[in-house]
């Protein structure tokens, strides 16, 4: 690794939460715990999840750590969901409602939520922890939204999976990580067919929303 990449801030943090993971290896049966505690603060702080997720894969073994990654991701973007949509949701009503195109777009998520939220899941063109305060925006149920995260499993199991292949902390972010092509290349075309999916889907919901709204409109 090079000097310039050592004194980087992304690799100044990897280290931090490499050295929390060390750290949490040595408490035992309380390590799960802190595990799902730092996940949850890392998701709503929008820290790098990716060392925590390969991480767990070193410290608990493939099921466990899936398991502890999936819960920690979990309760960690509802309270991002949360956080976005009780301080900014009123603001951003306000400036939908101004736009009748934007307003169809809401509501159509709002009726295809759950499709929407696990085909964004399964897609690796949006961001987790920005996507978690953006769907917050939207009128997608809590319900929905938590269904959801049935599309973070792939995602999750690949990454776990090659963190305990790794076998040491000390690898993880440094791009030694030892990977499984087949499964990478697996990975990525799902999350391109899902991001095609997504993208077609909410285009054609928001149209049809868009269409009955201006059929709903009285003639001036």
């Known amino acids: 690794m090079s000097a310039i990449a050592q004194l980087s801030p992304l690799a100044d943090l990897s280290g ?28 709503v702080a929008f820290l790098p999840g990716s060392v925590l997720t390969l991480g767990a894969g070193v410290v608990f073994g493939l099921l466990a750590g899936t398991l502890y990654v999936l819960v920690g991701a979990t309760l960690g973007a509802i309270a991002a969901f949360w956080v976005g949509r009780y301080l900014a949701r009123d603001w951003v009503a ?7 195109r934007f307003r169809a777009i809401d509501e159509a998520i709002g009726r295809e939520g759950l499709k929407i939220v696990i085909l964004t899941r399964l897609s690796p063109v949006f961001p987790f922890n920005l996507l978690n ?20 499993i792939p995602g999750t199991l690949l990454y776990v999976y090659l963190g305990s292949l790794a076998g040491s ?5 440094s791009g030694e990580t030892p990977g499984n092509p087949a499964l990478e290349w697996t990975l990525r075309i799902v999350g391109f067919l899902a991001t095609l999916g997504v993208t077609l889907y909410i285009t054609r919901l928001a149209r049809q929303a868009l269409q009955t709204k201006i059929s709903e409109t009285p003639d001036a």
Do not use: E, H
Request: aromatic letters at 10%; glycine letters at 14%; proline letters at 3%.
């Open 16 to 43: 931090l939460l490499r050295d929390a993971l060390a750290w949490i290896d040595g408490l035992g049966p309380m390590g799960a715990i802190a595990f799902i505690g730092l996940y949850i603060v890392a998701t």
């Open 94 to 100: 306000r400036k939908i409602a101004q736009n009748p």
């Open 169 to 173: 902390l000390a690898t993880l972010g």
């Open 133 to 152: 305060y953006s769907l917050g925006l939207t009128q997608v149920s809590l319900r929905d939204y938590c269904l959801g995260f049935v599309g973070m």
